[in-house]
T-cell receptor
């Protein structure tokens, strides 16, 4: 099925470990996004990529890096995980005319201990 | 910082009743969206309304936008148990830095 695929679905890290969250979309969307969702906080934008080859910071970029590998893939890297990064991470993409809002992946639940 | 804020935070109704959720925002926007999130799942786009539109319908959903009051409402008519979910509004000037509210948790009792 067309959509946004995120891997892994669950992950437990120890403080200081690194990991990369993967995201791929097959809808030929130009723009892709990474959000985190915390209880009572709604979704907050970490980074976004308006098009292949560009990335920009969102509201909460500290502690994260991103790579827009190609038009389909947008990865999020935690270089040195901290307990404050325990969250649910969502990747999303949007069509060029923004006629249908964001299409979200199913999320990655990350726990840092 | 949150741009859109939903009200109420939680809502419990009987199946068949209508559910109304409100969203208020602070700064100028050119689009407002509503999303649904079932427990443990990703968000699903429901409807997008642009700043030059006042009302939009999609199936049992009706969205209104009042830019003078900086507010929007989402009405779900003839609710079903399957409508139980959290509902979020999202606002933006463009589409790159859309800001989400904290959501309304709707429970529809069969």
């Amino acid at each position: 099925n067309a959509g946004v695929t995120q891997t892994p679905k669950f992950q437990v890290l120890k403080t200081g470990q690194s990991m990369t969250l993967q995201c791929a979309q097959d809808m030929n969307h130009n723009s892709m996004y990474w959000y985190r969702q915390d209880p009572g906080m709604g979704l907050r934008l970490i980074y976004y990529s308006a098009s292949e080859g560009t990335t920009d910071k969102g509201e909460v970029p500290n502690g994260y890096n991103v790579s827009r590998l190609n038009k389909r893939e947008f990865s999020l890297r935690l270089e040195s995980a901290a307990p404050s990064q325990t969250s649910v991470y969502f990747c999303a993409s949007s069509d060029p005319g923004f006629n249908y809002g964001y299409t979200f992946g199913s999320g990655t639940r990350l726990t840092v201990v | 910082s949150q741009q859109g804020e939903e009200d109420p935070q939680a809502l419990s109704i009987q199946e068949g009743e209508n559910a109304t959720m409100n969203c208020s925002y602070k700064t100028s926007i050119n689009n407002l969206q509503w999303y649904r999130q079932n427990s443990g799942r990703g968000l699903v786009h429901l409807i997008l309304i642009r700043s030059n539109e006042r009302e939009k319908h999609s199936g049992r959903l009706r969205v209104t936008l009042d830019t003078s009051k900086k507010s929007s409402s989402l009405l779900i008519t003839a609710s079903r148990a399957a409508d139980t979910a959290s509902y979020f509004c999202a606002t933006g000037l463009g589409y790159q830095k859309v800001t989400f509210g904290t959501g309304t948790k709707l429970q529809v009792i069969p």
